[in-house]
């Protein structure tokens, strides 16, 4: 086995014993980058003599007995996370030539531990996006089908993991940026509690939905990334002053008893037969693991997809008044005035889809529009929460498809805006909610690719759905299948 194929326990155990150096493992998964990422590009920046140095200052800090479980292990970040001295795009022209003079957070707390980080990943623009199309840098590729898009908009982070260019990935989640490309790449993707880990230096896309989760090989690896990260933070006003617990604890096979719920309003007509195929077989599992299985109903499902794209597009619209070209970014040449410099400098830094979601936002929270769409819309929010927090009232964990299909094709959808912003309707409700959501291998469709399953938790349930994705990977061998680069 290579070391760019193990986990990070894995690892951890290789690198505690002395078997393997950090520098090693790096230069592995430098080589393997090297060798693949032309077919995938999930990468937008590779920081190869930087990981290099880091990885020789974690190898002493081990060689001096002093190992965390992410020390000396390669990750990579997807590109909306700001870091000191290594430009920071979020996939845009606006930000081309932004290096930023702090690190974020999040970061921040994995460098602390010794963890090295081998570049910056592929995304939508701004993470506006289902798809990783929407890129500055062209589209990263599904490592299971290069004609396939990852998912999005953390695309480039699920696609590092599934094509094992790097151990484990950090991604961003506004309305499923985690969990559907990690179905969509068989990979696991955690969406933390709204408030859990820190968004200080997460490029801002709608603050009141974006949170930062781990994309990784397995549940073990995701209670351990999230371990690291999660926790208060004083420089971001909506991180919660909780105790994080010791996610690994989660990590226990025996769910007799637990009661899990399937919401009719998520096993629909139009979903895909191998999707539900997979859905089915997953249930029958935690039947046979002593799990409780009772039906639901979330009512205001129907309602969340127009919710969220009044919600996100105007705090995208406010968040991104921003980059008008004077202070950093992108600025136009040859302007003849400012106000012409403030247009040009937006025309030709922002791409299509983050200009079409400015647009909506700025009709949305317009004068004599703002009580009929914005307000409304935060209404309808509060409605879906109080759905998720009666039904947690009654049941430990609710059990839904990820995507109501595989991944598609890249270009299939580019030209329908709203059949694309659907592929995301079983995921932003949890983002509605600011609860906790899993996506965990569940299956393969005909085609040969990925299928996840869905967990969602009551809020700061992280414990619970680990410790649910974990007994049903432990069950099946879906994690077990990997993309053939």
Partial sequence: MELYELTIHEMNELLKARKVSSVEAVQSCLARIEATD??????????????????????????????????????????????KGIRTTCASKMLDNYIPPYDSTSWLKLKDCGAVMLGKLNQDEFAMGSSCENSAYGPTRNPWNSECIPGGSSGGSAAAVAAQQAIATLGTDTGGSIRQPASHCGCVGLKPTYGRVSRYGVIAYASSLDQVGPVTRDVTDAAIMLGTVAGHDPLDSTSVAMPVPDYTRSLLSDVKGMKIALPKEYFIDGLDPDVQKAMDAAIETYRK???????????????????????????????????EGVRFGHRAAEAKNLLEMFMKSRAEGFGAEVKRRIMLGTYALSSGYYDAYYLKAQKVRTLIMQDFLKAFEGVDVILTPVAPTPAFKIGEKTSDPLQ??????????????????????????????????????????????IRAAYAFEQATEWQKQKAKL
């Fill in 38 to 83: 032309t077919r995938v590009n999930a990468f937008i920046t590779i920081t190869g003599d930087e990981a290099l140095k880091a990885a020789a200052a974690a190898d002493q800090q081990i060689a001096a007995g002093n190992i965390h479980s992410l020390t000396g292990v390669p990750l990579a970040l997807k590109d909306i996370f700001v870091t």
């Fill in 420 to 465: 694309m912003y659907l592929s995301d309707i079983f995921t932003i409700p949890v983002n509605l909610a600011g609860t906790c959501g899993i996506s965990v291998p569940a299956g393969i469709s005909q085609s040969g690719l990925p299928i996840g399953l869905q967990l969602i938790g009551r809020p700061f349930g992280e414990e619970t759905i």
């Fill in 289 to 323: 693991l002593g799990a409780e299985i009772v039906e639901i109903t979330l009512p205001h499902t129907d309602y969340a997809v127009a919710c969220y794209y009044l919600i996100a597009t105007a705090e995208a619209s406010s968040n991104l008044a921003r980059y």
